[in-house]
């Protein structure tokens, strides 16, 4: 651990099953002395040290709070499921069937995890008449994700450091909770770096995290790694080089590590990544054999591109195996997919337009469609077997169907151009997607965003896609967290409906009967709205939730972290409805959705 972070006392709990008290997990005796995980030597290192302050140019220079510390010169070598008992649950909104995203809020089918700042709770949740707090556990950072395995819960905290080369950590707690009153740490990991991303495959975690290599008083600072309470130093023989990182310090440190047995069976591979791997500066895109990070490189002199790296996953292993440039940049995740050997990306250039790609398993381009809407900027894509649906916007929403049944030979088999544009886009069946975005009033020179927006786009005729149901919430101002962040979205097929956290802005039309579009609502409501979705009929808006007091105005939006009250998850188990904000989880009975009970976080 770093020094300033803390470690729990080993017995110090407080609180009762019955409250819900907060209890410090008591840590193992082999804490502290327990060696590194190896390396995963997923691809070559540094030869030398010469070689290694070649290849980082000039690292900035490391400041503490505290002044320059002491450095140390680098030395040589080295979708739904169903519980036990048959009921239905929800489970987070992944993109790739069988690999995990780390959220905020997870469940079981009986109990819910969710994490709010630096705790976590676990509630038992099912059937509603039990439904209680368990155990509140502090986590010394702040909680970015949770996966839940059985009687396993990972919690990804991040958190300042300051320490020798390490400003920023990502820690990777393991709590065994076959007991859920009693949860114990059984392995922890801490990485030098900020957190970029993890998935879940089976019973195996992978991480990224993003650190740097700092100039220090007497030698370079490495980012560290701790295992179990053991710190780890790097040397310039664990850096990893991929392809065009040569004069970069920056540091992509990955992880694989096992949660389900007693040992920490893992590795951990720091790699030289471009400078653009920075913040904000990629994506990851994780399929059940391979993960690839993207990094977007610009300059005066180059047009945009996406550097792409794939690193093989096997039960743990990290092996790197290819990396590829694309004209371009990526937008997320959800721009990229690996379909039977193929490898799909899509990419815009504002001036250029929007590209599709595909790549063979040797990351070869071998079909490519370019240039589609030069001169507006792509808001979402989704890539669905052989189809791609594209999303791109200046004043209205073009709609792009592309045909992908012949890898070398991607083409545009329809285009629907409409107001507004969707951030976001879900499949509901073979013949219908959803979108989310924003309602937009074009001026003839300017489109102004208005409020949160829903369509359901018709492509079982490819070649005329058609926009048959929308749904407009609100005035400009309204936002969804959803549009940026899928893990928001909840959709029951089954039972025909969709829940989006909402909050609300409304222009009070007594006092601006013919409002500018310019014009923003006041922030007047935050809650979960319940959308009934028909293939025939639409959009309906089914039921309103909030955790909010009904005399009391919101002053601050759900996501920004104020607002103890705001809605930010919900999910489902049997019967029920469970909407989640930092300070309850309130209980509906679906179909009336009638209040039925609420746990207080």
């Not at 390396?39 to 030398?48: E, G, N, R």
């Not at 950590?169 to 770096?193: M, N, W, Y």
């Not at 490495?222 to 040569?246: F, H, K, N, Q, S």
Request: hydrophobic residues 35%; charged residues 20%.
């Amino acid at each position: 651990f770093p020094a300033d972070q803390g470690t729990p006392d080993e017995g110090d709990k407080s609180g009762t099953v019955e409250d819900g008290g907060v209890v410090d997990p008591s840590l193992p005796p082999y804490w502290g002395h327990v060696p590194p995980l190896p390396s995963c030597d997923a691809l070559p290192h540094f030869p030398t040290a010469e070689a290694f302050a070649e290849g980082i140019g000039d690292p900035p220079v490391w400041y503490s709070y505290g002044g320059p510390p002491k450095a140390t010169a680098i030395p040589g070598g080295s979708s739904s499921a169903l519980d036990a008992s048959g009921v239905t649950y929800s489970t987070t909104n992944n993109q790739v069937e069988g690999v995990d995203e780390a959220d905020i809020v997870k469940t079981d089918g009986r109990y819910v995890y969710a994490a709010s700042g630096n705790v976590v709770t676990i509630a038992r949740a099912y059937p509603p008449e039990e439904a209680r707090a368990i155990v509140r556990i502090p986590i010394p950072a702040t909680v970015v994700g949770l996966f839940v395995n059985g009687d396993r819960l990972v919690v990804f905290g991040s958190a300042y450091a300051w320490t020798d080369g390490v400003s920023y950590v990502t820690r990777v707690q393991v709590l065994d909770i076959e007991d859920r009153a009693s949860p114990k740490i059984v392995h922890e990991v801490a990485l030098g770096g900020w957190y970029q991303g993890s998935r879940m495959i089976d019973e195996f975690v992978y991480v990224a995290a993003n650190g740097y290599v700092y100039n220090g008083t007497d030698g370079y600072l490495l980012p560290a790694i701790w295992t179990d309470g053991t710190r780890g130093t790097l040397t310039y023989a664990d850096i990893g080089v991929l392809p065009e990182a040569l004069k970069s310090a920056s540091i992509t440190l990955l992880l694989a590590l096992r949660i389900t047995g007693d040992d920490s069976t893992g590795c951990v591979e720091a790699v030289q990544s471009p400078w653009e791997s920075g913040w904000n500066g990629g994506a990851m895109y994780v399929s059940p054999r391979n993960v690839y990070l993207a990094r977007y490189s610009w300059s005066n002199a180059n047009p945009p591109s996406s550097l792409i790296h794939r690193l093989s996953v096997d039960g743990g292993r990290i092996i790197y195996t290819g990396s590829a440039r694309v004209p371009g940049t990526i937008l997320n995740q959800f721009s990229m997919d690996e379909h039977e050997g193929h490898f799909r990306v899509a990419t815009s250039t504002w001036s250029e337009g929007t590209n599709v790609y595909v790549l063979d398993n040797s990351l070869e381009i071998v079909g490519r469609l370019e240039g589609l809407a030069p001169g507006e900027t792509m808001h979402s894509a989704r890539f669905l077997g052989e189809r791609a649906y594209l999303v791109t916007f200046e004043k209205i929403d073009p709609f792009f169907v592309v045909d992908l049944s012949d890898p070398a030979s991607p083409h545009l088999l329809g285009e629907l151009k409409i107001p507004g544009f969707s951030d976001y886009l879900h499949p509901y069946d073979e013949n219908l997607v959803i979108g989310l975005g924003k309602d937009t009033y074009d001026t003839g020179t300017v489109a102004w965003f208005q409020g949160v927006k829903l369509s359901l786009f018709n492509v079982s005729d490819m070649a005329n896609p058609r926009e048959v149901s929308t749904l407009v919430i609100g005035d400009r101002g309204t936002q969804s967290e959803a549009t940026w962040d899928h893990r928001a979205f909840l959709l029951d097929r089954e039972r025909g409906f969709l829940v989006l956290p909402i909050d609300l802005a409304v222009i009070d039309r007594l006092k601006h009967p013919d409002p500018p579009p310019d014009m923003y609502g006041t922030h007047v409501w935050q809650g979960a709205y319940v959308i009934s979705i028909n293939p025939v009929f639409g959009f309906r808006v089914t039921a309103t939730i909030s955790h909010e007091d009904p005399d009391r105005v919101p002053t601050c939006f759900a996501t920004y972290g104020c607002n103890p009250f705001g809605i930010r998850r919900s999910l489902y188990i049997g019967e029920y409805l469970y909407t989640v904000s930092p300070s309850a989880i309130e209980i509906h009975e679906i179909g009336s959705f009638r209040e039925v009970g609420q746990v207080s976080l």
